[in-house]
Structure formats: structure tokens, C-alpha cells
């Protein structure tokens, strides 16, 4: 058997419908291939998380750190080059299996969407974990806030703000909606923490129809242009208002951490943030 005739029996030697004759040959051929076996295993894998229902998410943010370690590499690759590698990191084994289960939860997220109303601090937490979890995924990967800004232009009528955030790594961002109402999700990592950013227009939110607020966030934010709070389980959400754009920040850091995060992009030239 060669490699060829070997790679179109995976398959079916995974799911144990080759003959004996056939599976011998196909165990001989994979025992020696060392190429074919990592095929034999990869699918072995994949097929075994979707049938026992187990995500294969080792540590929250794998597929962040992933795309971390990437962008090392980022400054030596031209723009069709970044694009690849993003397709490529989706072939990496241990992420198969999460792929496998993204269309499964593209449905779940749009029901999520919805029951979670258009609160934009419940979004912005539901959007968190889907973004850590892997089911979110950027649409433009850049550690460079220049080819972000570029990314999301002329697409949202607020501006997008993509700062650069002292010890934190910026990893990419995505746009999306809610309700017919434009939404920029911008992803940061500081250590090994995911800082997720979600960015609306303030006067949608005012207007409180397609998204909206608690009156208390509503007024804080009106007050003093900050909102904050953390939850129980440990999340903390950051609101502040810049211009007509409405950030929502989540991270799994102490108030004083992600606010201290937030706040170091001021303090460089920044006019924009
Ligand atoms: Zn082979």
C-alpha cells in the first residue's frame, strides 16, 4: 500500500470498517509512514473528542497564545503570508476538534445572543468566553494597531479604537452585529490573560433599542465617562465612552489590573484614545 491509497482509508479505519485484510495492510503500511500515522492519529483524535462530546480546550485561551506565538513572526510576513498562517494555525491538531464543534456553536451563540437581550455588558461577557473558548475567532490577526485601524475603516460609524497597551499584545479583531447595530470585538492578551474589547456606538446605546445599558452603567458612564464592575466568578468589565464610541473591556483581572491596562495607552501620545 502506498501513501496514497493509505490517506483515503483513514477514514474508514477510524471508524473500523475496513475488512481485516485491508486494516492489516493499512496498520503495515502506517507503522512504517510516519506521515500517514500522524494522519491516522490526527483523525483518530478529532473523531473521538466529537463523539464523546469533550472540547478539546486544554487551558482557556490555547488558541490565543497560539496566535501570540505567531505573531512573533508576524514582522517577516507579507499581508497574503498572515492571512495563510491563520489558515494554517486552524490545521494544527490540537484545534481540529474545536473547529469541528464552531459550527455546532455558531448556532448555540446566535440563541445567546438573543436571550441575553441586547445588554451590552452581558454581551461583552458572553463574547469573552466565546472568543477564549475558540468559537470566536479574529477575521484580521495583527499585533500591528495600524493594519487593525485599516481592518475596521469605514465599516462602523464610531470610530474603532485600537490602542497600545503597556505589557499587553494585541492579537486581532473581528466586526460583527447586533440587531442591525454594528459591533467591533478588538483582542488583547497581558500574560497569559486574555483582555477582550467590545466597541458599539455610544448614541445606539442611548438611544436603548438595538443595545443597551443599566441605567446605573448608563448613568455612571455620563457622570464620569467610566463605568466598572466585577462579578463573582471573577470577571471584570470596564465601560468608558470616548468620542461616540462605547468600549466594553472583559478580562479575568482585578479591577485595579485591567483599569491600570486600560489607562497606560493614555499616558503615551495617544490623541485618539
Ligand atoms: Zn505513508
Known amino acids: 500500500m502506498d501513501c496514497k491509497d493509505c490517506q483515503k482509508l483513514v477514514s474508514a479505519a477510524v471508524d473500523n470498517q475496513l475488512n481485516k485484510e485491508t486494516f492489516e495492510s493499512f496498520e503495515e503500511h502506517v507503522d512504517g509512514c510516519s506521515a500517514c500515522r500522524a494522519e491516522y492519529e490526527l483523525e483518530s ?51 481540529r476538534p474545536t473547529i469541528a464543534f464552531s459550527a455546532a456553536f455558531v448556532a448555540v451563540l446566535l440563541i445567546l445572543n438573543r436571550s441575553a437581550g441586547s445588554n451590552v455588558i452581558e454581551q461583552s461577557l458572553e463574547n469573552y468566553r466565546a472568543v477564549v473558548n475558540g468559537e470566536m475567532k479574529p477575521e484580521e490577526t495583527s499585533g500591528s494597531p495600524e493594519i487593525l485601524k485599516r481592518f475596521f475603516t469605514g465599516k462602523t460609524e464610531f470610530q474603532v479604537l485600537v490602542p497600545e497597551m503597556k505589557d499587553c499584545r494585541l492579537l486581532g ?25 467590545c466597541q458599539v456606538c455610544w448614541e445606539t446605546v442611548l438611544e436603548g ?37 462605547l468600549c466594553s473591556a472583559v478580562a479575568m483581572m482585578s479591577e485595579a489590573d485591567l483599569i491600570a491596562c486600560l489607562t497606560s495607552a493614555n499616558s503615551a501620545e495617544s490623541t485618539e484614545w
Open 45 to 95: 483524535i478529532t473523531k473521538s473528542a466529537v463523539r464523546t462530546r469533550v472540547k478539546m480546550v486544554p487551558t482557556p485561551g490555547v488558541l490565543l497564545q497560539r496566535i501570540a506565538e505567531r505573531l512573533d513572526q508576524e514582522t517577516a510576513l507579507a499581508d497574503d503570508d498572515r492571512k495563510r498562517w491563520w489558515s494554517d494555525l486552524l490545521r494544527w491538531p490540537v484545534l
Open 173 to 197: 479583531g473581528l466586526l460583527g452585529e447586533y440587531s442591525g447595530a454594528p459591533v467591533a470585538h478588538v483582542v488583547y492578551m497581558h500574560d497569559t490573560e486574555v483582555i477582550y474589547i
Open 209 to 245: 433599542e438595538a443595545l443597551n445599558l443599566s441605567s446605573k452603567a448608563k448613568d455612571e458612564l455620563q457622570r464620569t465617562g467610566w463605568y466598572s464592575e466585577t462579578r463573582p466568578d471573577g470577571y471584570t468589565v470596564v465601560l468608558w465612552t470616548k468620542g461616540n464610541t
